[in-house]
């Protein structure tokens, strides 16, 4: 299974872990949530459904309901609706406990953060520190490129990669905050998630002390990481 047709069953998975959808419903969530497939499209998804029905992952509710293919005249589609089976939820399961190089990656690490909430403490932080560690790795590939640009090349392609830098450098800082307050979760320092559940709220990088909400599932890191917390 490819990369980005993976990241998409593990979101099917996920969203009709928590109730049963038809197509309609469970494509508007998947546009909300993912930000890489805004423009996701029946002929993207119902594939991966029926795949999912074919491995025994899901359950397709009032199957005897006569299908009716959308057409350009009719546009319309039979409302069936789509269940975990026993083997979806186990299935659900083993990817959410997934915590390697995968994991990191861009389109998978949004993926993984938006069902931190259903993910043991111990892999969050496996996630979150290989998501950090591999964008380190990003910065030192970029700050050698960018001091080659400043011989090379003129301002306006120095800017934009500069504004690249900044970017993953501003997603570190961010990662840097949330793997503090798991740490400091598990240890019982701070936060409401000191017996469990998911992380705490972080605290902004000025300092003051003001508590701010989880990322927007719709928002980066799922359609461009590391932008800045303005722009979430």
């Not at 795949?51 to 039979?78: I, M, W």
């Not at 995968?102 to 259903?118: K, L, P, R």
């Not at 409401?192 to 998911?198: K, Q, V």
């Amino acid at each position: 299974m490819g990369r980005r047709s993976g990241v998409l069953e593990f979101a099917v998975l996920g969203l009709l872990h928590d109730a049963p959808m038809h197509g309609y419903e469970l494509r508007k969530r998947l546009n909300i949530l993912l930000g890489t497939f805004r423009a996701l499209s029946y002929g993207t998804l119902y594939p991966c459904l029926k795949s999912l029905v074919a491995q025994g992952f899901l359950v397709e509710d009032n199957p005897d309901v006569e299908y009716v293919p959308a057409t350009a005249l009719n546009g319309k589609r039979s409302k069936i609706v789509y269940r975990l089976s026993a083997e979806g939820k186990q299935r659900f399961e083993e990817l959410l406990a997934d915590s390697g190089p995968d994991a990191w990656e861009d389109e998978h690490f949004g993926v993984h953060f938006a069902f931190f909430g259903q993910t043991d403490r111990a892999v969050r932080m496996r996630v979150l520190e290989g998501r950090r560690s591999r964008l380190e790795e990003r910065l030192e590939r970029m700050r050698n490129s960018l001091a080659r640009a400043r011989e090379r090349f003129d301002d306006y392609t120095v800017e934009l990669q500069r504004h690249g830098l900044e970017s993953v450098e501003r997603e570190v800082r961010w990662l840097n905050e949330l793997i503090e307050t798991e740490r400091s979760n598990r240890t019982g320092r701070t936060g409401p998630d000191a017996g469990g559940g998911t992380a705490g709220p972080r605290r902004t990088s000025d300092g003051r002390g003001q508590e701010t909400g989880s990322p927007d599932p719709s928002g980066p890191p799922y359609d461009r990481p590391g932008r800045s917390d303005q722009e979430r």
